[in-house]
């Protein structure tokens, strides 16, 4: 499998998976297309009619065979993806978190950095004024903890 890494400056390094890169986007062709030609060739041989009475409607249509068969299957492709689709809520729920908790996340390493650069660039500004001062003038020491004896 394939794993890009994109970089943007400041974020994360994320690795995803890149299907067109991969042999995903070939395989779905090599599925697709098959079963492409085998609906092609069976509306073609079943192109006869027939009659679908649709009880207790006094409604009566006559399509062809092919046009029953090949909805069936679309409608019983889209139920089945609206299934898979409602089975997954409770994972896009989870992610969707996640994604908010990373951002959270972000924010707040952001803020931390700037902070640490601030405290860095005061602890600095305070050496060089100590050094200018003299050594004679130096800040009074800050008083040390006693201990238990």
């Known amino acids: 499998m394939a794993v ?17 890169r991969s042999g995903v986007k070939h395989i779905s062709w090599v599925i697709t297309l098959p079963l492409l ?7 073609v041989n079943h192109r006869g009619r027939v009659v679908l009475d649709l009880w207790p409607l006094p409604l009566r249509v006559e399509p ?7 909805l069936a ?18 994972n896009r729920h989870k992610a ?23 405290a ?13 001062s003299g050594p004679g003038s130096a800040p009074p020491a800050l008083p040390r903890a006693r201990t238990g004896s």
Do not use: M
């Open 4 to 20: 890009a890494a994109r970089h943007r400056a400041g974020a994360p390094v994320i690795a995803h998976w890149n299907w067109r």
């Open 37 to 43: 030609a085998i609906a092609v060739v069976f509306a």
């Open 64 to 70: 062809p065979l092919y046009l029953l068969v090949l």
């Open 73 to 90: 299957i679309f409608v019983g492709f889209v139920i089945g993806g609206l299934v898979v689709w409602a089975a997954q809520g409770r």
């Open 96 to 118: 969707r978190q996640r994604r908010f908790r990373v951002e959270e996340l972000e924010r707040e390493v952001t803020f931390l950095k700037r902070k640490l650069e601030k």
């Open 120 to 132: 860095e660039a005061d602890r600095q500004a305070a050496e060089a004024r100590a050094a200018q």
